[in-house]
């Protein structure tokens, strides 16, 4: 197969700058935490998420939520941020389905990791918040994080 590869960049991206952010659940995938990992063999959630406004609209962020007990609360974070549930709901046990929860708005508090020796300088996905909640995202300054 011949592929024209004029113009094409290899893909690498910096990371969009520390702040809060309006993001939308647009996709992500089943997984198993690799055998080298901390947490072998447990059910993840790689959650795609994009920026929905300002000078980085269009740019993807990951995370995982791991199905661990010392990570449910992350994802418990991310349900209320929805608002798609009851306190009733949240405080007991909860199927969850993410295809359910495909489109759903959040803000998020996004921090910048650095450049490792291992790994390029990347975005973490610090806390959740209801998609109504300010957002400090454009210029990369006045963030409100932590």
Same mark, same amino acid.
């Given at each position: 197969? %011949?592929?024209n590869?004029? =113009?094409?960049?290899?893909g690498?991206?910096d990371?969009?700058?520390a &702040? /809060? ?5 647009t #996709?992500?995938e089943?997984?198993e935490?690799?055998e ?6 447990a059910d993840?959630y790689?959650a +795609?998420?994009?920026?929905?406004? &300002? *000078?980085f609209? =269009? %740019?993807?962020v990951?995370?995982n939520f791991?199905f661990?007990?010392?990570s449910?609360? %992350?994802?418990?974070?991310f349900? *209320?941020a929805?608002?798609?549930?009851t306190?009733?709901?949240l405080?007991? +046990?909860? #199927?969850?389905?993410f ?5 759903? #708005?959040?803000?998020a508090?996004?921090?910048? /990791?650095? +450049?490792t ?7 973490d996905? %610090?806390?959740?918040l209801?998609?109504?909640?300010p957002?400090?995202? =454009?210029s =990369?300054g006045?963030?409100?994080l932590?």
């Amino acid at each position: 197969m %011949r592929v024209n590869l004029s =113009g094409v960049e290899t893909g690498k991206f910096d990371p969009i700058p520390a &702040g /809060r952010y309006h993001l939308k659940l647009t #996709d992500g995938e089943w997984k198993e935490v690799g055998e080298q990992a901390k947490n072998a063999g447990a059910d993840m959630y790689n959650a +795609e998420f994009t920026v929905q406004d &300002g *000078e980085f609209q =269009g %740019r993807k962020v990951w995370t995982n939520f791991l199905f661990i007990d010392s990570s449910v609360w %992350r994802i418990k974070q991310f349900l *209320e941020a929805t608002g798609k549930f009851t306190d009733d709901q949240l405080a007991g +046990e909860l #199927d969850v389905d993410f295809q359910d929860l495909m489109g759903s #708005d959040v803000v998020a508090n996004i921090k910048v /990791r650095p +450049e490792t020796d291992q790994y390029d300088a990347s975005n973490d996905i %610090r806390k959740f918040l209801p998609a109504d909640s300010p957002v400090s995202s =454009g210029s =990369g300054g006045g963030s409100l994080l932590p």
